[in-house]
């Protein structure tokens, strides 16, 4: 069972080989130049980048990653039912479809307590 | 026990037969489909706005001592980039956070890769009674590792625009993050359907499925309608299949299948950062976005993630939706012989199958990827509020009702 996963184990060290081989590559044949003050600056269209805090995040970036973890958990509980539903359909009838159906309509009441929130709206 | 005895053990078997499957993928098909998508990408674009494009790179005869190069339609590109890039300097600025700035590149192109690992790029190939299926790892989680993985492509993108500490790659970070969460969403959702048909997650087998039922995108593939039945002119089995294969249930199965197919594309196009949802590195407005800071092969390797994601999710939706390695009339790797010729023995036989199989579903990723392409120079891009509205009110609501519409087109019409 779990020698099924030993290809992908060799897969990660192939792809994971490949990035460091090819950036160690780089810096042992990259040419190195000199370094000047003005080439070290951060490129902001050739203004001169006003020194501070590192910027913040707007609000709406976090909201929006909070609704997608609890909408995400939603999409994973959802696989494994679409997996077995047509052989428990063949065998139970309905009752899948219905349970299925109540977790997501429950969830709908958050979604819409969140759309009417504006939690959605970036024109605000 | 001796050396080719050891080497027939199943573990080992396994382990040294998926070494070559992984090194094939990666350097044989992936990186040369990456490499040969970049130059099509400019060669297309140059035909869309009437230009000639990259013509002049071909074989350096010059340096053998003739007059003239060999131009080869400036195929040479395609080796001449990769060498540049690995040749230029490797410059960190003084003002990023070198640890984060320095490993971004890789978690951004090292995700791209790994989704490789499950797509069935052929047929199972028989060696006698060992099976080799043509795929890196034939796991029965197939999709789901391909959800899983791709999904931490965001983390270098958000890593880079946040070391970087600059303006433009910083909002080009956050704002690829929240988008690509966004339609995440859509992307597992709107397939779902296909696995409530289906009844697996198993890449290799929603193939097989597919080559029996026919393409989901149009499920009417007659049912057991072969070539034999009509070369021996046999009508009445040939329209026995087809009154099997035109059938209510399947009308009604591809509505919801076609909804499925064209949310699943769209939410691959703003996965993969492409036009019209490149908000994260729109030229106009943030320089390059999140890769502004990067110089040389750190550079490469996002654009190479870009480019082998836009292949592996190209492969996805071929494998998902577009019938994979399968192609009608096309025999699978069970075939023992290739077209009757006496002196290929049955493995041989099986093996040309597989590999003709793996070049229908290049080809087919081909089309996809031009497809990605012709896009990108075709529509405008969108509004930032636009595309996450289009994201949460549009596309998510409908990839759930199509969950439903789905499931009881599935109980209430016998398939």
New interface residues.
Partial sequence: ML??????L???V???G???V??V???A?????KRTKI???????GVI?EPGP??R??V??YL??ML?IL??IE?VF??PW??????Y?AQHG?LI?WS??SF?IILLFGYAYA?KKGA????R | MNLSALAMQ??IF??WT??I???VI??GIVLPIVSLTVFAERKVCAFIQDRVGPNRVGLPTTILGFKKDIRLLGLGQMIADPIK???????I???VNKFYYYIA??LA??PA??V???LPFGPNVFFGDIKVPLM?????IG???VFAISSLGVYGIVLAG?A?????P?LGG?RS??QM??Y??AL??SV?PV???V???NMQEIVVWQRENGWMVAPFWPKGFSLEQLLHGDFAAIGASFAAGFSVQRLLIWVPMLISFIVFLIAMFAETNRVPFDLPEAEQEL?GGYH??YS???F??FFLGEYAAMAAGSGVIVTLFLGGWSLPFIPDGSATSFFGIPFIPAWGASLLWGLIGMTIFLAKIAAMLFLFIWVRWTLPRFR??QL??LG??FF?ELA?VN??IT??I??LVK?
């Avoid at chain 1, 959605?120 to 024109?123: D, I, Q, T, V």
């Avoid at chain 2, 890039?85 to 410059?91: A, C, Q, R």
Wanted: glycine letters at 4%; aromatic letters at 16%.
């Fill in positions: 020698i099924d996963f030993l290809p992908i060799l897969h990660v192939v792809a994971v490949f990035a460091t090819v950036l590559l780089n810096i044949l990259g040419r190195a130049g080439k070290d600056t951060a490129y902001e269209c980048p590192q910027p995040f707007s709406k970036f929006v990653a997608f909408f995400d999409v959802m696989y679409a997996v077995v539903y047509r052989d359909i309905m479809f299925m159906l997501v759309v959605l709206e970036w024109g | 199943p573990e396994l382990a998926s070494i499957k992984t090194l990666v350097f890039l690995l040749l230029k300097e490797n410059f600025p003084n003002s590149p890789k192109m090292i890769l790994l490789l690992a499950v890196v790892a034939n796991v029965d999709i789901l590792w946040w970087s500490n600059s303006k433009y910083f956050i993050s929240s969460i966004s995440e969403l597992g959702l779902i696995f409530l048909i009844g697996t997650l320089v502004t800071e040389s092969m750190g490469a390797l930032y509020d996450m509205k949460w009110y998510f759930l969950i439903f499931a009881l599935l109980a398939f």
